[in-house]
């Protein structure tokens, strides 16, 4: 059973963003601007460092600096399936 899944209803669980580790691996986004527009791609990434809910994250040979807020866990389901997704509002104490 994921940890992203309730045992309850069997919607999702919104990852808890407070919590990001050194080592956690994470999804983030990266805005390329182009001339009239920009493009957003994701890359994953691992993270280095943590200080004041701000990660550093290590992808390919570069570090990214990122607000917490601005992180997915690699290992839950996508931004994309939370956003098209049933979002879990059990009232339980011990989710997460
Ligand atoms: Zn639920």
């Not at 994921?2 to 691996?25: E, H, L, M, Q």
């Not at 691992?46 to 990660?55: L, N, P, Q, T």
Request: one cysteine or more; charged letters at 25%; aromatic letters at 10%.
């Amino acid at each position: 059973m994921s940890k992203y899944r309730c045992i309850i209803c069997g919607n999702f669980i919104t990852p808890n963003k407070d919590n990001f580790a050194v080592g956690d691996n994470v999804v983030f986004a990266i805005k390329k601007e182009l001339v009239n527009s920009f493009r957003i791609t994701t890359r994953i990434g691992k993270i280095e460092w943590v200080k004041d809910k701000v990660a550093g994250i290590k992808s390919g040979n570069k570090t990214f600096e990122r607000i917490f807020d601005q992180l997915h866990p690699a290992d839950a389901p996508s931004p994309l399936a939370y956003a098209l997704g049933e979002i879990c509002e059990c009232e339980v104490p011990n989710h997460g």
